[in-house]
C-alpha cells in the first residue's frame, strides 16, 4: 500500500504546528517513517502539542514527540497516572493531538486490552472506520515495575496488540522522588535518602525489560531519547508486530537525578556509552540484537566509558565519588561490567 | 414479582423455555445484547456466567471479544478501556472481586461509561466465605454506578438485557450493576423464558450507540469515544476549579436515572409481559398495612410467602421489595411506609459502628414526615446464613408487639444468629 500522510501534513510554512490529528473514517495508508532529520522536521507533527505543562529539562515529551513521529496512522494512546498524565491534561485543556485516555495508574496494560478489543469487535461487525488502530501506552516506572506489573504481564500473556512504552526516570518523580523498583542501586531518593549508615538505594534495579523478554512477546527493545533514529525504527517496529510489544525508554528527571536541565539528552547519551543503560532489541526469532551506539561498543570495547562519567553529573550520586564511598562505585562498576557481559554473551550480533 | 399481562408484544409460546440458573441467566442476557468486549475473572459464584459466556465464544455465537483477565481490577480497567473506545461492555463478580474492582468502579461512573456489571452477592472475607449476603454490594453503594437487585433467575436475565438499555440512555450514561443473590439464585435452577435473539437486538436499539456531545474546539458535535476522526481525552487531571461541578453532572444524571428505569420497566412489561413493580420498587400488600417490611433480593419471595400466610390469619402485614438500591428512591418509597405502624427494614450486610445501609436510607426518608412509624432494623443472612418462612414470622411477630406497644426498644435487631 503506498504510504499516505495526514490530510495537512507537510506542515505549511508559517502554519502552527498543534493541530490536531484528523483521520476521516476511512482513511487509508500509512504515515511514512521519515529518517531524515531535516525531512522530519518540515513534515512531522508530534502527538504531543506545545504548552504542557512537563518540566523543563524532562525526557518524557521528547521521548512521546519521537514515538508519535513513528505512528502509523490512527492511533489511541493510553496513559498511566503519572508525570505524563497529570502535566499534559489538566482540565479544561489537552495537550494530546490523537484520542488519549487515563483510567489509573496500576491499569494502564488492562485498559489498553479493553481498547484493543473493542477495535477488534468493530472490525468483526464492519464497524470499524479505519485498517487498523494501533493502541501505544505511555507508563513510567512506578506504574511498570512496580503497581502495573501484574496488569502488564497479564496483557502480555494475552497477547493483545499493542505497544508499551516505558518511560523511566528511575523514581516516582511525580510524588516527589520516591524509590522505586527502577531506581539504579546506590542512588538517593526521598524514601532512600543518603544517611550516616544506607548510601541511598541498597538494591539493584528490576531487569524489566528482560521480564518482559521472558515472555517471549513478539518485541522487546530498549532506547533513550539521544538515541533518536533507533528508537524511532524501534516504536515503528513495536507497532508493526502483531500482539504486544515493549519498549523500555530511559527518561532523564532533571528533578530527581538533579542535574543541569541542559544536560537531559547528554546524560542519555552517557547511560548508554558506560553501558548502564545498553540499546538492544529481541524478537523470539533473533533473540537479543545489539543496536545503535551499545553494538558500536561491542565491536570496539575502548568506546566504553567508566560510570563515572554516568554518575558524576547526577546529584542523586554525589556520594559515590566521595573518597570513602570508592568501594561502592567500584561496586557498581562491577555490576554494570557484569550486566554487560552477560548481555554480549546473549546477543547474537556482538562480536565472539 | 411477576404480573402477567393480557397482550404482550411476544406471547409466551413465542419465548422460549429453558431451565437454567441465575448465572446462566446472565449469560444468556449478555449473549443477547450485541455486547462487543465481556472481561471477567473468576471467582464463586459468578463463575458460571463468565464459563457459560465462554461456551458461546468458543462456539462461535457472539461477535464479542472475551478477555480472560489476571484480576478484577484488570476486568474493571479493560471494559473501562472498551466502554470509552465505544463498545458495549460488561463483566461479572462477587465479594472479594469487587472489593478489588472498588478503584475502578468510581472511574467507570465517573468517566459516564454505560458499562453492566453482574454481581453474584457474596459475603466480603474474613473469615473467607462464599456464599450470599450484601456487603460486597453495600461497599460500592458510594461510587456513582446504578444498583439494582434481582429477586428471581428470570428477573436476572430480564433485568441484565435492561441494564444495558438504562446504562446508555443518554439521559443516564452510567454504569449499571445488576445483583443476584449468590447461590440463592446463581446457582439455583429456574424456568425461564427467554426472547429471541433479534428481539432483544431491536429492545436495546442494535449495537451500542455512542452520544454525540459538544466540544470547544470541534465546530460540531462529536462522538464521547476515543475516535481517531475526532480525538478526544479521557480522564484528565481535574482540580479543584472543576472537579466539583463534574460531581454536580453525576449527581444530576442520578436523578434522571428513576424515570428511565420506569420507562425500561414499561417497555419490557409491553414487550414480554412480565414487568417489576414500577421498575423500582415493588410493594405487596402495603396499602393497609400496619407492618411493613423492606427487603432486598431473593428474600423477598420467602417474606412474600410469609405475608400472604399472615394475611391468611387477619394480620395487616406488608413489603416493599427495594429494586433499585442506588439512585436510593426515598421519596417513593417514605409514600409506601409513612402510614404503616412499624417498618421492619431488612439489610443482608451491616455497616460496622452503624446499622445496614438500607436503615439509613429509610431513615432518612421518613425524617421529614411528622407522622411516620416506628422503624427496626434487621440484620439477617450474613455469609448466607438462611433466612426460612419460621425466622421471617418470627420477625412480623415480633413487629406486631413493637406496634402493639408503640414503641421501639431494641433498634437493631439480629436475625437468625445465635445467642
Not at chain 2, 429456574?190 to 449495537?207: M, S
Request: glycine share 6%; aromatic share 10%; charged share 25%.
Amino acid at each position: 500500500m503506498p504510504a499516505q500522510t495526514l490530510p495537512q501534513i507537510p506542515i505549511k510554512k508559517g502554519e502552527p504546528a498543534y493541530k490536531l490529528w484528523i483521520f476521516e473514517p476511512g482513511w487509508k495508508g500509512e504515515l511514512p517513517l521519515i529518517l531524515n532529520l531535516r525531512q522530519m522536521a518540515e513534515q512531522k507533527r508530534p502527538a504531543i502539542l506545545p504548552g504542557h505543562r512537563l518540566c523543563a529539562g524532562c525526557a518524557a515529551p521528547i521521548i512521546v514527540k519521537l514515538a508519535s513521529f513513528a505512528f502509523r496512522g490512527p492511533t489511541i494512546v493510553v496513559n498511566a497516572t503519572g508525570c505524563l498524565e497529570v502535566a499534559t491534561t489538566i482540565f479544561p485543556y489537552t495537550s494530546w493531538a490523537v484520542p488519549w485516555i487515563h483510567n489509573a495508574f496500576e491499569n494502564s496494560a488492562a485498559t489498553a486490552s479493553g481498547v484493543e478489543s473493542a477495535i477488534k469487535a468493530f472490525k468483526k461487525t464492519g464497524r470499524l472506520q479505519w485498517d487498523h488502530v494501533d493502541v501505544v501506552v505511555f507508563a513510567g516506572d512506578g506504574g511498570t515495575f512496580d503497581i502495573g506489573l501484574q496488569s502488564l504481564s497479564g496483557a502480555a500473556e494475552r497477547g493483545h496488540d499493542f505497544l508499551y512504552i516505558l518511560y523511566d526516570n528511575e523514581a516516582y518523580m511525580n510524588t516527589g522522588i520516591q524509590r522505586s523498583g527502577g531506581t539504579p542501586k546506590y542512588a538517593w531518593t526521598t524514601t532512600s535518602p543518603v544517611g550516616t549508615v544506607l548510601p541511598g538505594k541498597t538494591q539493584n534495579k528490576k531487569p524489566i525489560a528482560d521480564i518482559m523478554v521472558a515472555h517471549r512477546i513478539p518485541y522487546v527493545a530498549t532506547a533513550t531519547p539521544a538515541h533518536w533514529l533507533d528508537f524511532i525504527k524501534k516504536v515503528r517496529k513495536g507497532i508493526e508486530v502483531n500482539g504486544p510489544a515493549f519498549i523500555h525508554a530511559l527518561s532523564s528527571c532533571d528533578r530527581g537525578w538533579r542535574h543541569d536541565t541542559s544536560l537531559t539528552i547528554e546524560i542519555s547519551r552517557r547511560a548508554v556509552d558506560t553501558c548502564y543503560f545498553p540499546l538492544w532489541e529481541w524478537t523470539p526469532k533473533t533473540g537479543y540484537l545489539l543496536t545503535d551506539r551499545s553494538l558500536a561498543i561491542a565491536r570496539n570495547p575502548k568506546l566504553k566509558q567508566p560510570i563515572e562519567k554516568f554518575l558524576e553529573i547526577q546529584g542523586r550520586f554525589r556520594h559515590l565519588l566521595k573518597p570513602e564511598n570508592r568501594h561502592l562505585l567500584r561496586e557498581l562498576q562491577e555490576y554494570v561490567d557484569s550486566v554487560w557481559e552477560d548481555l554480549l554473551n546473549r546477543a547474537a550480533n556482538a562480536p565472539r | 414479582m411477576t404480573e402477567a399481562v393480557k397482550t404482550p408484544k411476544i406471547p409466551p409460546e413465542e419465548q422460549e423455555l429453558l431451565t437454567i440458573n441465575g448465572d446462566e441467566a446472565v449469560a444468556y442476557a449478555v449473549k443477547q445484547s450485541l455486547v462487543d468486549v465481556v472481561a471477567a475473572y473468576p471467582i464463586t459464584p459468578q463463575t458460571i456466567i463468565v464459563e457459560k459466556f465462554s461456551e458461546f465464544v468458543a462456539n462461535g455465537e457472539v461477535h464479542t471479544e472475551f478477555v480472560p483477565v489476571e484480576s478484577e481490577h484488570s476486568a474493571m480497567s479493560a471494559v473501562v478501556g472498551a466502554a470509552a473506545a465505544g463498545a458495549r461492555a460488561f463483566t461479572a463478580t462477587a465479594a472479594n472481586g469487587l472489593a478489588l474492582m472498588w478503584e475502578i468502579l468510581y472511574i467507570a461512573a465517573s468517566l459516564r461509561l454505560p458499562i453492566v456489571l453482574a454481581v453474584a452477592n457474596r459475603a466480603l472475607s474474613a473469615p473467607i466465605n462464599i456464599h450470599c449476603d450484601h456487603s460486597d454490594a453495600y461497599g460500592m453503594r458510594d461510587s456513582g454506578w446504578v444498583q439494582l437487585f434481582v429477586e428471581n433467575v428470570q428477573e436476572a436475565y430480564d433485568t441484565t438485557i435492561q441494564a444495558f438499555k438504562i446504562a446508555e440512555d443518554e439521559r443516564v450514561l452510567l454504569p449499571v450493576a445488576v445483583n443476584l443473590d449468590g447461590f440463592f439464585l446463581s446457582h439455583t435452577l429456574e424456568n425461564i423464558r427467554l426472547l429471541p435473539d433479534e428481539k432483544v437486538h431491536e429492545f436495546l436499539g442494535g449495537y451500542r450507540k455512542v452520544p454525540k456531545v459538544k466540544v470547544d474546539y470541534f465546530d460540531e458535535e462529536v462522538p464521547l469515544m476515543l475516535n481517531p476522526a475526532r480525538p478526544l481525552s479521557f480522564g484528565p487531571l481535574d482540580l479543584y476549579d472543576y472537579y466539583f461541578e463534574h460531581k454536580m453532572h453525576q449527581v444530576e444524571a442520578m436523578k434522571r436515572v428513576p424515570e428511565v428505569v420506569r420507562e425500561v420497566n414499561d417497555k419490557w412489561y409491553e414487550l414480554t409481559g412480565r414487568k417489576y413493580g414500577d421498575g423500582i420498587l415493588v410493594p405487596y400488600e402495603v396499602e393497609d398495612a400496619d407492618i411493613v417490611v423492606t427487603v432486598l433480593g431473593s428474600t423477598a419471595g420467602t417474606v412474600r410467602h410469609v405475608v400472604k400466610k399472615l394475611r391468611r390469619e387477619g394480620k395487616k402485614v406488608g413489603m416493599v421489595r427495594i429494586r433499585m438500591f442506588r439512585p436510593f428512591p426515598h421519596e417513593e418509597l417514605a409514600k409506601l411506609l409513612k402510614d404503616a405502624k412499624v417498618v421492619g427494614v431488612m439489610d443482608r450486610g451491616i455497616s460496622f459502628g452503624s446499622y445496614g445501609p438500607s436503615f439509613l436510607e429509610i431513615n432518612t426518608a421518613l425524617y421529614d414526615y411528622k407522622e411516620k412509624p416506628l422503624l427496626v432494623n434487621y440484620v439477617y443472612g450474613l455469609g448466607g446464613r438462611d433466612a426460612p418462612p419460621e425466622l421471617i414470622e418470627k420477625m412480623f411477630e415480633e413487629l406486631l408487639k413493637d406496634a402493639e406497644k408503640g414503641v421501639v426498644e431494641n433498634k437493631l435487631r439480629f436475625l437468625g444468629v445465635r445467642e
